[in-house]
């Protein structure tokens, strides 16, 4: 978010046709949670090209970009690394250690799709788990996200959007921005 040092999402592989959908939820939760950017690994150009038309029209900022290799990125990043597994630490066990190092560094958020390779969990400083049992990475994503920004994501707000989904109790309401 605006305040603090940049969170990327970096999302670990891409399986054309299973994979779409949750590709671009990954990127969506990521952008309306409070991170500032996806990486999406693979064949995610349509993903992509989803999330960018959704902040055009919803607002921004966010960026998400699409790349063949995950590990320059990986083992270039310049801060602390939080990789989302089911095999991790408990989420309520490391988010303060990962919040106080987010004070003043960048933070990556690795989000798997498939078999995620050993050098991932190797190199990440925290091997972080909502749960230990099998879960969506959008939900590990979404309650870390949460955790990590202590809710203040969901009061954020969104320059340059053409629209804004107005909440109700019932129904669906889209309004147009006026500038």
Do not use: C
Not at 122 to 132: I, L, P, Q
Not at 135 to 146: G, N, P, Y
Not at 155 to 178: F, I, L, S
């Amino acid at each position: 978010m605006q305040e603090t040092p940049e969170v990327v999402v970096l999302r670990l592989g891409h399986r054309p046709g299973r994979d779409d959908r949750m590709t671009t939820h990954v990127a969506l939760t990521a952008r309306a949670l409070g991170a500032d950017r996806a990486v999406l690994v693979g064949d995610a150009s349509q993903a992509a090209e989803t999330v960018a038309d959704i902040t055009d029209r919803f607002g921004g900022p966010f960026d998400v970009t699409v790349t063949d290799a995950y590990r320059p990125i990986l083992r270039d990043w310049e801060g602390p690394v939080v990789h989302l597994t089911m095999y991790g630490e408990p989420v309520e066990t490391v988010t303060d250690a990962v919040r106080e190092r987010h004070r003043t560094d960048p933070l990556l958020v690795v989000v798997g799709a498939g078999k995620v390779d050993f050098e991932v969990y190797d190199r990440a400083n925290w091997n972080v788990g909502v749960t230990n049992q099998p879960h969506s990475e959008v939900a590990a994503l979404a309650v870390f996200l949460d955790r990590l920004f202590e809710g203040r994501e969901l009061d954020r707000k969104w320059e340059d959007a053409d629209r804004r989904v107005v909440p109700q109790a019932t129904g669906k309401r889209v309004e147009e921005v006026d500038d």
